[in-house]
Structures are given as C-alpha cells and as structure tokens.
C-alpha cells in the first residue's frame, strides 16, 4: 500500500530523513514513534506529498509520487491525514469542514456528501454537534471531527502524526478508542505517537527513528520484547517508566 | 479676526448656475462616492491578486508582486495621478493617446485607476499579513484532503484571512475615501474641489471648508458603521478560543 524506498530530505544543509526505506502492507497498522525532532512528522508528511524529498521515492497504492504525471491533489484525496492541532476550518461548521471535500475533490452532491458526514459524525458520537463551528467544541471532540473529516473521503490509507499529544489527557482516551475501531475494522494506519498502549493494542509493526534514520523497524512483539538496538532500549525505558 | 459668518450662504445660488451652493457640494460629494467606490473595488481587485501572489513561495510572480508594492507604496499619490493623466497618454501610441486624452469623464477614470492601484498595494500587504497569521497547517490540512492550491486558497485560506483583516481593511477603505480629495488636482470635481470652488465664489472660506468637512465625516461615520455590520454578519461563534 505504502512503499518507503531510500528517501532522503534535506533542509539546506540539515539532513532531516536518512535513507528511510519501509513499506506499510494493506491492512497494516504501523507505528512511528522516536524522539522529539527525529523526522517522524517529517517522514509522514512525504507520504502524501505534504513534505517533498530530494532522494528515493515512495509509492501509494502503486503511484509514485516521484512521477512527474502524477496528480498529487487526487492522491491527497485517497490519503486521510489526521493533525496534531486538528487543523479543522474554523470558519466552516463541522458538517461543511465534512463536506468541502466531498463536494469539491470527489464532486459529489450536497445530498451525497451530508448524508456521508452526518454517518461519519455518528460514528465517532457527535452527531450533536453537527451546527457547530470548530471552536465551540473540545479539543478531543475537534479531533475526532478531524478523523471524520479524513474519513469522509473514503480513504485506503490514514496518516496521523500525534494525534493525541495536544490533548488534555482526559481526552485522549475518547480520541484513541476512535483509533483502535478503525484500526479492527482493517483501516491500513501510519500511526506517528508515543501512546505505547494503543501500539500494543493494535500495531502490527513499531518503527522507530532516530536522528532522521529508522533505527529499528520491528513487529510488535519484536520491538517490546527485544528492542535490538540500544537508542530503543534506552527510548522505550524513558517513556514506559510513566 | 473679525469674520463675517454667514450660514445661509450655503442655501444661495452659486454662479455657476446650476443650484445652491449646497446643493454644489451635494453633487461634489457624489463625484467623491463615485470615485471611493470605484477605487475600492479596484484596490480590493488588485489588492487580492497581490497578497495571494506574495503567499505563494518561490515562484516568478511572487517577486514581481513585492516589486508592485514597493513602486505603488513608495510614490507620493499626487505623482501617480499626474504620471496616469498627464504622462501615461504621451507614451502610448499616438492614435491611444488621443483617445484616452478625448475619453469623456476621463479625470474621473484616471483618479480611480490611480487611486484604485495605490490602494491596491495597501490592501495586498494588509491580505499577505492576514494569510500569515493563519497556522502552517490550514494550508496543509486543506492540501490533505486534496484541494489543490487555487482551491485552498479559495474555500480555507482567504475566508479565513479576509475576516482577519476586516479592521485594517476598514480604515483602508476611510484612506480610500480620503485620498478621492487629490483627484481635484486633474480636474474632477469632487467634494474639495467644489469646497473650494465656493470659497473663490462667495469668500465664506469657513463655512464652505465647514459643510465639507461635515459632509466628510458623515460618509466615514456611514462606511465604518456598515463595515462594522459586516464583521459582526461574519462573525465565528468561538473562533477566538482557537487561536494559539
Ligand atoms: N521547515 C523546516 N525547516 C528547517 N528545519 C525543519 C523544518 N521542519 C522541521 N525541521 C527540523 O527537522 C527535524 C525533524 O522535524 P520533525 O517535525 O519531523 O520531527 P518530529 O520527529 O516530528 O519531532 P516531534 O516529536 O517534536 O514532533 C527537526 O530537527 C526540526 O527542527
Ligand atoms: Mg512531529
């Protein structure tokens, strides 16, 4: 579904991604975790042509995003992202944030595309909120407006890159439950996070990154029982002491 | 000083013949709403073209938009007006040039023009700081759900950026109506120029400077207060709690 092969990104002189070579099959749940300024947002944010890269290429769903005829909004469409601060339109009530998409890149009608929203809404239990604007809901209840909009285009693929770490932690549970269903339902997810529950839950593989390299690239049995190298020892120690 | 004030000057005829003095600085403020309201629709033209171009990174537009706000800005807009009237008309082709120079009402299409592009330069600079003040990750979130640029732009980054910008814009606007006074300069008369017009008739400088000024003050007070219903129509419930 995913294939990560050999990219590597420059800013200027800084070297953010080194030789990330990875794929991420259909079906897979796969999460990113590291230290802070690792590349893991960056490294995500390639995959849907968010990020450009300098060096290799990775194809989505067979599409090269290297390929000069490829068309990067249409691949975009096909790829959910879900951010660390929601981003969400503020301007836009929550079923026009659901809608826009729909309306405007997969041209369906208004009908189509309010009938989806108010079924995805349901789905994560804020069906209540339709009218509402962005800022009169909770952070948690922003995100998970922010899962239904990416949810609305019928994606094959869903990135999140923290989705949870801007959350108050009463929050995060609500946001995460959301996550774990998807991920049973067969949703094939690149997981950025360090909420080690959720990836014992429902990751099938654990990468982690270091200085812009993936440094261990594991299932999940692998990387919690044995991690091999030492920076994961010595990460995984750190976050699971609290 | 002794000076002879006398109020009812402004209901006597002036001697051009066409009604009172009143009602001379009545039609010279229509010139004046005419030309603010022609300018300012340019200038909000010009104004969008430049601040989305300035946005954009890295392309060949986006210096020749910085190049157009640096000229616009930085010449007095007396010498503007002069070069769009009295200069502009020699460089082009001569049949052109005749043609503009026998255009009917051409002070009043020349004082938009002028008026209407200095402006314009303001408003962009005003729309580039709007978009920026907007998070990195609105343009991202609305790529992301693949919208391509020119439709981000259009359904997540300029609503956004133009409510942002509504107060400066309104006195943009006031600016715009002010700067209409310079078009007496070519000829037109507006407001100032009929102002004066009634001074050099009937000597009463005071009352004729008097009834402008008012006449002024009441097309601002009108232009604030119907901004003000604009920003209030729309208005986010709860936006502001977003801002980070
Ligand atoms: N636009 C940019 N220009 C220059 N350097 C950047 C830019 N964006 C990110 N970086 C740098 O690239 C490195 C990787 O950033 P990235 O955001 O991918 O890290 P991360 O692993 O997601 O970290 P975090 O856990 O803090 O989110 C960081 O050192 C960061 O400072
Ligand atoms: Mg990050």
Redesign the pocket.
């Known amino acids: 579904m995913i294939e990560i092969d050999n990219v590597s990104k420059w ?1 200027g002189d ?1 070297n ?1 991604l080194k030789h990330c070579t990875t794929s991420v099959t259909k079906g897979e749940v796969v999460v990113v975790c ?1 230290p ?7 490294l995500i944010k390639t995959v849907n042509g968010l990020e450009e890269f300098q060096e290799g290429d990775i194809r989505v769903d067979g599409t090269a995003l290297k390929d000069k005829s490829t068309n990067l909004p249409k691949l975009r469409s096909r790829v959910g992202m879900v951010f660390q601060h929601f981003e969400l339109f503020p301007h836009l009530k929550i079923t026009e944030n659901l809608c826009l998409g729909q309306m405007k890149v997969l041209g369906r009608d208004r009908e189509t595309a309010m009938k989806k929203a108010t079924a995805l809404l349901e789905r994560v239990g804020l069906e209540a909120h339709a009218h509402k604007f962005p800022g009169q809901l909770s952070g948690g209840q922003q995100q998970r407006v922010a899962i239904a909009r990416a949810l609305c285009m019928d994606p094959i693929v869903m990135l999140f890159d ?1 989705p949870t770490s801007a959350l108050d932690p009463e929050m995060v549970n609500e946001v995460l439950d959301v996550m774990v269903e998807l991920a049973r339902e067969g949703m094939t997810m690149m997981v950025v996070t360090h909420e080690m529950g959720f990836a014992r839950k429902v990751a099938n593989r654990v990468i982690f ?1 270091d200085r812009g390299e993936i440094v261990e690239d594991a299932t999940k049995d692998d990387f919690f029982g044995k991690p091999r190298s030492e920076r994961a020892q010595q990460f995984l120690s750190k976050i699971l002491t609290h | 000083m002794s000076y002879n004030w006398n109020w009812g000057i402004l209901l006597e005829q002036s001697p051009e013949g066409i009604g009172s003095y009143l009602y001379t600085l009545w039609l010279g403020l229509q010139w004046t709403m005419l030309v603010a309201a022609g300018a300012w629709i340019l200038a909000l033209a010009v104004g969008s073209v430049l601040g989305v171009a300035r946005s954009l990174p890295g392309r060949w537009f986006s210096p020749l938009a910085t190049a157009y706000v640096e000229i616009f800005r930085n010449i007095p807009l007396l010498v503007q007006l002069f070069l769009w009237y009295f200069v502009m008309p020699e460089l082009l082709p001569r049949s052109w040039g005749l043609w503009v120079k026998q255009l009917p009402n051409a002070p009043l299409y020349t004082a938009i023009l002028g008026i209407g592009l200095y402006m314009g330069s303001r408003v962009g600079e005003q729309l580039r700081a709007g978009i920026q003040a907007l998070p990195r990750g609105q343009m991202m979130a609305a790529t992301a759900i693949g919208l391509t640029v020119p439709q981000a732009f259009r359904f997540v980054i300029l609503p956004q950026a133009y409510r942002i910008i509504l107060p400066p814009l309104t006195s943009e606007f006031l600016n715009t109506i002010k700067n209409t006074s310079v078009a007496l300069t070519i000829g037109l008369l507006e407001l100032t120029a009929r102002a004066r017009a009634m001074q050099e008739y009937s000597f009463q400088v005071f009352e004729a400077f008097t009834a402008a000024t008012v006449l002024y003050l009441l097309l601002n007070i009108a232009v604030t207060f119907a901004m003000r219903l604009i920003e209030s129509r729309v208005a986010v419930p709860g936006l502001g709690v977003l801002k980070k």
């Open positions: 800013y800084f953010v590291g802070s300024g690792s590349g893991k947002s960056t923290e990154m």
